[in-house]
């Protein structure tokens, strides 16, 4: 198995929606926002090289809004989809599953794409997995997540019939390198996976753990549905990673990749940071 950082691109959000209520004379001192209260945040993507499959973790938010809606989004940076999966020697037709932790647009926003103005799957060659209680939510979204779940971002795959699910614990349609964890606060059944690499436990965060910075327990994003349920998520969750040595790989931090954990007097807490690669 090889594993690979793809850098889709960067992007800013408001920081005082990114922490909750967190005051911002704390999350300041860690993610300066600029005049407009934005901070910065990366789209990384995880791929996944196994004997006969090569899969995609997450798409990052794709290009195929219009100008407009994606100026919300404030993009920057030279880093794509493409560039960064031709940096490892690899395209799009290469790709034969894509994994989706879940539906929101700065995830599953480049797994369709459009061409001569009809949506089609962004990786011809590729299943896309999801699972079907998150799939029905984002169907049916609430009013927080409604501007999140855009139905151009996944209705044409299930159309095109490329669409699987993974529900309950079918941890076998995958290598046995890799198993599933399910977590519910920031969305329905968000999907984590587990990796087993060279050793070690790598677990792919998504929104769990956006960046280092929320590693502190009641830094959870105001963006989350059940912000409780987050907190009681995260705190088994990194109890557990402490207990076990796991390295975190942060999809939304934009400077740290990995990390390490142990535990101090105010908690869990970052150990050793480093680059997926330096593995």
Known sequence: MNLYSINTGHFKLD??????????????????????????LAM???????????????????????EKALSYYHLYGEHTLDHSLASHGFSRKDITDVFLTHLHLDHAGAAVMKENEVLIPSFPN??????????????????????????ENFLPLRKKNVVKFIDGDQHNLFPQEITIKLV??????????????????????????????????????????YPLKSMDEKRSFLQEAVDNN??????????????????????????????????
């Not at 590729?126 to 139905?151: C, I, Q």
């Not at 998504?206 to 989350?224: E, F, K, M, R, W």
């Open 126 to 151: 590729a299943v896309y997995w999801s699972n079907s209680v998150h799939w029905n939510w984002a169907l049916h979204p609430n009013d927080r997540e409604k501007a999140s779940f855009l139905r």
């Open 184 to 225: 519910s606060g920031h969305t329905e059944s968000m999907m984590l996976p587990i990796i087993q690499y060279k050793g070690k436990t790598i677990v792919f965060v998504a929104d769990l753990i956006p960046t280092v910075s929320h590693i502190p327990i009641p830094y959870v994003p105001g963006y989350d549905v």
């Open 44 to 66: 990384r993507c995880l791929l996944i090289q196994t004997d006969d499959r090569l899969t995609l973790v997450d798409t990052g938010i794709g290009d195929k809004q219009s």
């Open 246 to 279: 796991y390295i975190l790989f942060f999809e939304h931090d934009p400077y740290i990749e990995c990390c390490t954990l142990q535990m101090t007097e105010k908690g869990v807490r970052i150990a050793d940071t480093f680059l997926l690669k330096d593995l």
């Open 15 to 40: 920081g005082g929606a990114m922490f909750g209520v967190v005051p911002k004379t704390i999350w300041n001192k860690t993610n300066p926002a600029d005049e407009n209260n934005l901070i910065e």
